[in-house]
């Protein structure tokens, strides 16, 4: 019934038409960010660049100081990788736990999870920054790390507990009657049947903290350590008017995210998609 | 292993929260329950609380009642920034379901080049909203590509400044976060037409339904609950919205594209007035939550329906 007729193909050029003036605004990044300052003022966005001017992007990777794109590419890494390496081992623990315990105390707290997903996190700023502040946390990688952890375990308790709920317990007997400890049990026949999960929480998680502005501007704001975002928006402050310039800056912040899509783009997906079952 | 072995028919039911095998330990729960608590739940509690004072960050604040709230509703210019926040909540919300919904029902099969044009539609909802939104500042700017698209197609009578100008600034903004947000709606469009059997259409073109009878008989019923998912992601990312607007224009001019998130930035981390700030916060919370079950309510699937 659903044949590739002429009318398919009429619909098939619009659509590419479609889709690429809805790319448009990437590809004049792309050609803006190897101009020269005098040909960008003077060529149509459109127009590629005669001599792509690869100097751009050494200038703005080799800017020292505040500006330093590759200390805020670093200081992104270590934030969303230790974030990560703790959400999932804290998430995927708490949700196994919850959804084996037969305890009352369980259930409950799995609604405590899920009630702090739809919890704004705009009220919780002002006080969590002071009681960071109090401790010591504001101003170091560690202390943001923490405060990530507590705003995206909700969601991947809630995505871990939904996948794991419908699981039989034939393997972790299995692990278990073998002798193997909870932990061991947990290690090597819990965790890796929950790989599909981590997958989907590590991109969803990984993607919003990579790109995060808000929270590493408050916690982080005038410390040695700012994020990729943070360092961007100083730099393209800075730069009055220099388009060529803040496109290649912008370019550089898109290259890992455009690596990591290319690989996990269905993944990604579907992840984005999963809200959909419950 | 030392197990003793029973009879399986004497083998007494094991009491409520003892099993015979511990699969885990109760306090690995601990650590994920005690962030939650103190990021979330204190903090919320907290915030709450300083909405009523005059904390301005450091040293001693006293509690003032509902001072905050009585000033936030007597200034027209926060009235005008509440008005603002619930725009680009409902822009978002409305925009990225059309629009997704369109690229979905487009691209949902029958093309060949589907993968990679819905990888591109996909795309910028990856990409840093910062980084994107310096993309199209230069689309907007005076001498930027929108102003030089319309010199060349004669229309030179609408050129104008579009972030500086008080009538245009918020829909620039509203532009870039629906480009940027179509994407999620379109991939939950897209898992909810992917579980409509196609035997379904199949026997509702048979029955001679025309096309428009087939979305709102067959296609339609089945896409509510992702209606319900996208309309209230949107919602909730346009309620929050933060780096487009201090990109693009900055909350300006005069305030004329400033959000409620913006501005307690602005009143608690840039000028001190913490507990102003919590208050508007407060403000925002409650709005979020509203708007959340009023949605929750409307989508909810009907019996009957």
Not at chain 1, 83 to 110: D, E, H, K, N, Q
Request: positive net charge.
């Amino acid at each position: 019934m659903f044949r590739y007729t002429p009318l398919t193909f009429v619909r098939e050029i619009i659509m590419i038409l479609v889709t690429a003036i809805f790319a448009l605004p990437l590809y004049i990044l792309l050609v803006g960010s190897m101009k020269t300052t005098a040909e960008f003022r003077s060529t149509s966005p459109l127009a590629l660049p005669t001599d792509p001017q690869w100097s751009n992007f050494l200038e703005v990777i080799t800017t020292t100081g505040r500006n330093s794109i590759v200390a805020g590419f670093m200081n992104s890494l270590i934030l969303t990788v230790g974030s990560l390496v703790v959400i999932i081992l804290l998430g995927s623990f708490c949700a196994y736990v919850i959804v084996r315990s037969t305890r009352r105390w369980a259930r409950a707290s799995f609604y405590l999870f899920l009630v702090a997903i739809i919890l704004p996190t705009q009220l919780g700023i002002v006080p969590l920054y002071v009681g960071a502040r109090a401790v010591g946390l504001t101003g170091s990688l560690i202390g943001l790390i923490i405060i990530y952890s507590g705003m995206f375990l909700p969601l991947c308790v809630f995505l871990y507990a939904s996948f794991f709920r419908g699981h039989p317990r034939d393997y972790e007997e299995a692990a278990a009657i073998d002798g193997a400890g909870p932990f061991r049990t947990y290690w090597h026949s819990v965790l890796p049947l929950m790989a599909p999960v981590t997958g989907t929480v590590a991109i969803l998680a990984g993607v919003a903290i990579w790109n995060d502005f808000f929270t590493p501007l408050i916690f982080l704001g005038g410390t040695n350590y700012p994020t990729l975002p943070v360092v961007m928006y100083q730099y393209v402050g800075n730069l009055v008017a220099e388009w060529n310039k803040i496109f290649a800056v912008v370019v550089i912040a898109f290259i890992p995210v455009m690596i990591f899509f290319i690989f996990t783009q269905r993944r990604l997906m579907q992840g984005f998609s999963g809200g959909v079952k419950s | 292993m030392q197990r003793r072995t029973r009879p399986r028919a004497t083998t007494p039911e094991p009491r409520a929260g003892r099993p015979l095998i511990a699969f885990g330990r109760w306090w690995w729960a601990g650590p994920a329950l005690l962030a939650v608590l103190l990021v979330q739940y204190a903090a919320t509690l907290a915030g709450t609380f300083f909405a009523f004072t005059d904390y301005s960050g450091v040293g001693t604040f006293t509690l003032t009642g509902l001072d905050n709230f009585v000033a936030i509703f007597q200034d027209p210019s926060v009235l005008g920034v509440i008005g603002n926040t619930l725009l680009y909540a409902v822009a978002q919300m409305v925009g990225t379901t059309i629009l997704g919904l369109a690229f979905a029902l487009a691209l949902h099969r029958g093309l060949k080049s589907r993968y990679v044009l819905r990888a591109i539609v996909f795309l910028p909802i990856a990409l840093s909203p910062l980084a994107v939104s310096y993309v199209w500042k230069f689309v907007f700017e005076y001498d930027g590509l929108l102003n030089q698209a319309l010199g060349a197609l004669g229309l030179e009578q609408f050129q104008r400044t579009w972030l500086g100008d008080p009538e245009t600034a918020i829909w620039t903004v509203v532009t870039v976060i629906i480009w940027q947000g179509v994407g999620i709606s379109m991939v939950i469009f897209l898992a909810g037409l992917s579980r409509i059997p196609a035997e379904l259409e199949e026997a509702a073109s048979l029955d001679r339904a025309n096309l428009w009878q087939r979305f709102r008989y067959v296609t339609l019923p089945a896409l509510r609950p992702s209606v319900t998912v996208a309309t209230m992601l949107s919602l909730i990312f346009g309620l929050r919205l933060f780096d487009p607007i201090l990109a693009l224009t900055g909350g300006g001019p005069v305030s004329s594209s400033k959000n409620l998130a913006l501005l307690v930035y602005e009143q608690a981390f840039t000028q001190g007035n913490f507990g102003y700030g919590a208050a508007l916060s407060l403000i925002l919370t409650v709005i979020i939550l509203i708007f959340a079950i009023i949605q929750q309510l409307i989508t909810r699937e009907r019996p009957g329906d």
